[in-house]
């Protein structure tokens, strides 16, 4: 008997174990896999260590521009790979450690829940005050596009060899990513995208702006894939408005989103599913079958690993009783191109024809990105017409770390006055954050 028993060791499930451990109540967690989820062993960390190599490689590439001679600069895939292994595994361990110190069960295995308060794990029978649901979700992939040989992001990690040609199937967040590592690895890279645009949620300056940087890259919007044939290569027909393009590639990635992971028997019980095919979930991230709870991707609609980790606290604080609401407002988005891109606040097409002050600073015109030879991108500040921060976006080096206090800032209500009353210091890329919501005035020292 456990007061809180999880199922799935994600971000969402792990996390709310140990808060809940901390809380003082007795708990258990099932995870089939690898602790830590898809974020850790697949995911947000596969992802960001290849990124952080494929930047290494950029940086020395560019060394003559800091006056550093580099010659004959090269990578090695394998051990990029070993690399990105060794930081999963201490992760995982890591995970594993602080589940133990902190008292938590581990089964390794699938649960299965068989009603409110009873879960089955392998043969056992095991009774539970509460269940949080923290299944996690996977690749979507349309049925024609299931064929042999066709990659997900699950699946890219692992490579032994890379493909001469690449086709990326979706132009958000995890396409362009992917689409940053294998182009600079050398790969012909070619993105589709069904919206007139790649990273369509981003705001419209964020999306000319790449397609400026990765002019590598081939682009096809307002498109879709039609037809896919593994032939070997794979021979796929491309829809577009102005008639079909008929393509070649050695390997296709499907990066259209993910698809929640929901245990049939809730279905069989009867929860309330919502739009996004996911848990539906109230703000304390309670489902409609009382006794059971639900975090993380299988909820559907935040897709994020640190959505996940805030709703699995949220749900642990609530079972041990405290009052804690999830908060969506200040949610940021975070892609780690290079210059690294960031948002938070209102979406971005709420701003279209809408009545809010914009202040925009460039990049190319602060001092700290000058020393480190960055040019491309910007910081832009948006608040409504009493002078409260609504929406900010980054697009410069450090713009996932900087988006911080764009959240903070629209968390606690703050306006630009508030925003620009600390002392920034000099040189940083802070500095464009001030130098944005200074330009809402027109105050902006050094805009050009």
């Not at 200040?330 to 809408?354: C, H, M």
Request: proline share 5%; net charge neutral.
């Amino acid at each position: 008997m456990y007061d809180v028993f999880i199922i799935g060791a994600g971000p969402g499930g792990y996390g709310a174990a140990i808060r809940a451990a901390k809380n003082g109540l007795s708990v258990a967690i099932a995870e089939a896999k690898a602790l830590g989820g898809i974020c850790t062993n697949k995911g947000c960390i596969p992802t960001k260590t290849y990124i952080e190599s494929i930047n290494l490689l950029k940086q020395i590439k560019n060394s003559k521009r800091f006056g550093i001679n580099a010659e004959g600069v090269s990578f090695d895939l394998n051990s990029i790979n070993k690399r990105k292994n060794r930081i999963v595994s201490r992760l995982v361990k890591g995970i594993d450690y602080l589940l133990k110190e902190n008292n938590v069960k581990i089964y390794p295995s699938k649960a299965t829940i068989i009603a409110p308060g009873r879960v089955r794990v392998g043969q056992d029978i095991i009774k539970a005050g509460t269940i949080i649901v923290a299944t996690g979700s996977r690749p979507k992939i349309p049925t024609f596009m299931n064929v042999p040989g066709i990659w997900t992001s699950d699946d890219v990690f692992d490579l032994k060899d890379l493909p001469s040609s690449l086709l990326i199937v979706g132009g958000g967040v995890i396409g362009i990513e992917m689409a940053d590592i294998f182009a600079t690895l050398g790969v012909h890279v070619t993105i589709v995208e069904a919206m007139d645009r790649i990273l369509p949620l981003e705001d419209i300056e964020v999306s000319k702006e790449i397609e400026k940087i990765y002019r590598d890259i081939d682009i096809i919007t307002s498109a879709r894939l039609s037809s896919i044939a593994s032939t070997n290569p794979f021979n796929v027909v491309i829809t577009t408005p102005k008639g079909d393009i008929q393509l070649k590639c050695q390997n296709v990635l499907v990066c259209i989103g993910r698809q929640p992971n929901l245990p049939k028997e809730l279905i069989d019980m009867g929860i309330r599913i919502n739009n996004a095919y996911g848990i539906t979930v109230n703000k304390y991230m309670e489902t409609s079958i009382q006794g059971i709870y639900a975090v993380g991707d299988v909820t559907g609609e935040y897709m994020l690993a640190y959505v996940a980790a805030k709703q699995g606290l949220v749900a642990a604080q609530n079972i041990a009783g405290e009052d804690v609401c999830m908060d969506y407002r200040s949610i940021p988005s975070v892609i780690f191109t290079q210059p690294e891109i960031a948002s938070v606040g209102i979406p971005a097409d709420e701003l279209i024809g809408k009545d809010y002050k914009i202040g925009i600073f460039p990049v190319s015109a602060l001092g700290k990105a000058r020393t480190i030879e960055a040019n491309s991108g910007f910081a832009k500040v948006v608040a409504n017409q009493t002078g409260k921060i609504k929406r900010v976006t980054i697009m410069a080096p450090h713009a996932t770390e900087l988006i911080s206090w764009g959240g903070l800032a629209i968390d606690q209500g703050l306006t630009i006055d508030e925003f620009l009353r600390p002392v920034y210091p000099h040189p940083t890329m802070a500095e464009i954050l001030k130098e944005a919501s200074e330009d809402i005035f027109g105050f902006s020292t050094h805009k050009p």
